[in-house]
């Protein structure tokens, strides 16, 4: 790096992918992939060929069929207590433009006024993201399982939100 701009940009990269990117992979997984049903995550058989019993019980009793060839119930329900932990947001997480300790973490005024105007940012973003969900017009927003998508929402509760972008990761 040689110049500030350098600096600013490797910073710029790091934060992104600690922070945002990190976020909206890791707290999407479990409404997505939590309920194996939708989408099991290994088969235990080959699909039945043509003119086997196997593919005869498959014409007539799919579903039996479904749930034995898919991950068995001990391996799905470890799978989904995986997702719910990578998913789940602690009671006293700190997201990204917010700090709990506020402005304790350094005397200089500079950079908290630019911390604050960037946290102010962030909260802008959110509530456009909001009134863009809100808005029936923008189809796209829930798609057709009626879900907006929230993963970007800078802030969130703690539990299970799908939402929310941490000021660090864990893992």
């Not at 007539?60 to 997702?83: A, D, F, G, H, W």
């Not at 456009?128 to 993963?151: A, C, F, H, Q």
Request: hydrophobic share 30%; net charge negative; charged share 25%.
């Amino acid at each position: 790096m040689q110049t500030r701009t350098d600096l600013i940009e490797a910073c710029t990269i790091l934060i992104w992918i600690a922070s945002v990117l990190h976020a909206s992979v890791n707290f999407g997984q479990y409404p997505y992939g939590g309920y194996i049903l939708n989408r099991p995550t290994k088969s235990m058989r080959f699909m039945p060929e043509k003119g086997t019993p196997e593919y005869d019980e498959l014409a007539t009793e799919y579903q039996k069929t479904y749930l034995r060839t898919i991950t068995p119930k001990k391996e799905s329900i470890l799978n989904m207590t995986v997702l719910e932990v990578l998913s789940t947001h602690v009671s006293d997480e700190q997201y990204l433009g917010q700090r709990i300790e506020g402005g304790l973490w350094t005397t200089d005024s500079e950079p908290i006024e630019a911390y604050n105007k960037f946290g102010k940012k962030l909260a802008e973003i959110e509530q456009n993201l909001i009134e863009k969900n809100n808005d029936k017009s923008l189809r796209n927003r829930y798609g057709p399982v009626n879900m907006p998508y929230t993963l970007l929402y800078p802030s969130s509760e703690e539990g299970l939100t799908f939402r929310g972008i941490p000021n660090s990761i864990s893992i």
